[in-house]
């Protein structure tokens, strides 16, 4: 769709990804270990709000409404009504409408469309927050827990790491309907962990990572999953992280603008957007993520652009397959031809369509319900030269965004434009 109205991202704030082998993440081997505790999930919604507003200059007693994405707090924290949980970032929120927004790992760009409904709707000012912790259970329960994004009756089985399995099963079908090969496929891999190298916020920011390791399994990066048909077509390479951590963003119409005494020249600009859902356990093609490609394009044609004139783009890359596909979704490769894009090295900093620049869920992490708020606040942090050593090269002109909930049952893209 394209806005009614003109509608701003102001700017925001993204709290440090945190988890396994991030050396800020307290477990029994850090030397922290029983004198201080990881953040909880109230402290990532709180600080993620409270430094947007800090890093904006915006006056919580200005925001008119805000939306939380957040897709399992019940289960990982013991926390729901995360909209309540908010308002305790400040004292002038309360009384404010707050509500949180859950769409699995699209529930952070649920959250920025909320506000985006809202802008449409008379408010002017909105904040957008989401925030995920996952960290409080050991693997095997917390994959449980994700489940809850696939059909539980019918998917269930599919193994004890269900969403593992049902990517590795597009990534079988991928490679024997395309010929792609598990090489290609790392460099989404290897590429994730370059940027994330240079990015201090990331999960991964201190890890490395080789072609030679990521484009074979071995006994430091096994195949585990328990399925015999699918465990040879993922690796523990191929999957994003199990991460704690928050972002938030401002919102705002034209009129906005004015009242918070901010220039447009200080924003970017949302161009059109789509919203695709796709029911349960009904995946027509496992090559193809069809439910994001209907979403994209409502946003090319609804905002008049062209994937050739996407400068820079974030998408959901919950395993490395899914950003090959991904690619091909979005229109920035042809059908089958996306692992080859990695491979050229296309979609690097220095290439072509740089995609993922922070490095992407795979490497700088996927806090759940943070993800699709994390991938405009790094759209704009791009366009506005805030990037630091992984900032791109040329300054980007329009960059995409693509938030994917469950095995592409729910898909948001947004399109930006910089001013």
């Not at 200059?57 to 939380?68: L, T």
């Not at 090319?300 to 994937?307: A, K, L, Q, R, W």
């Amino acid at each position: 769709m394209k806005p009614k109205q003109r509608i701003f991202v102001v700017g925001g704030a993204l709290t440090p990804f945190i988890g396994k082998f991030h050396p800020d993440f307290i477990w029994k081997g850090h030397e922290d270990f029983g004198k201080r505790e990881n953040p909880t999930l109230e402290d990532y919604v709180v600080n993620s709000i409270r430094e947007a507003l800090e890093n904006t200059g915006v006056d919580a007693d200005q925001i008119d409404r805000g939306y939380i994405g957040n897709f399992a707090g019940q289960l990982f924290a013991n926390q729901g009504h995360l909209g309540a949980m908010a308002v305790r970032a400040d004292e002038k929120f309360d009384g404010k409408p707050f509500s949180r927004v859950e769409g699995a790992c699209a529930s952070g760009g649920l959250a920025v469309l909320s506000g985006v409904d809202a802008l449409h709707s008379g408010s002017d000012v909105v904040l957008a927050a989401g925030a995920e912790v996952q960290t409080t259970v050991k693997a095997r329960e917390g994959a449980g827990y994700l489940a809850r994004a696939a059909h539980w009756d019918e998917e269930r089985d599919i193994d004890e790491f269900t969403f593992p399995a049902m990517f590795a099963r597009r990534a079988k079908h991928y490679k024997e309907a395309f010929g792609a090969t598990e090489e290609e496929i790392a460099h989404v891999t290897v590429k994730a962990y370059e940027n994330a190298n240079k990015n201090p916020y990331a999960h991964m920011r201190e890890v490395s990572m080789a072609l030679e390791h990521a484009a074979k399994a071995g006994e430091k990066n096994p195949n585990f999953l328990a399925n015999e048909e699918l465990k040879p077509h993922l690796k523990m390479s191929d999957c994003s992280q199990v991460s704690d951590g928050g972002a938030a963003l401002i919102l705002a119409t034209e009129a906005g603008l004015e009242r918070l005494g901010i220039d447009e020249s200080d924003c970017i600009e949302l161009v059109s957007w789509g919203h695709a859902t796709g029911a349960l356990g009904r995946v027509d093609d496992f090559t193809e993520l069809g439910t994001t490609k209907k979403a994209a394009s409502r946003v090319y044609d609804d905002g008049g652009i062209t994937p050739e004139d996407v400068d820079v783009a974030e998408v959901h890359d919950c395993f490395a397959v899914t950003e090959c596909l991904m690619y091909e979704a979005l229109g920035f490769a042809d059908r089958g031809e996306g692992a080859k894009l990695a491979a050229e090295g296309q979609t690097r900093l220095d290439g072509s369509i740089p995609v993922n620049t922070g490095g992407g869920l795979i490497a700088f992490g996927h806090p759940v319900g943070a993800t699709g708020v994390k991938q405009v606040l790094e759209i704009y942090r791009q366009m506005k030269g805030l990037c630091g050593d992984y900032q791109l090269p040329e300054t980007p002109s329009v960059g995409l965004t693509a938030n994917m909930g469950g095995d592409d049952r729910t898909a948001v893209c947004m399109g930006w434009k910089n001013l």
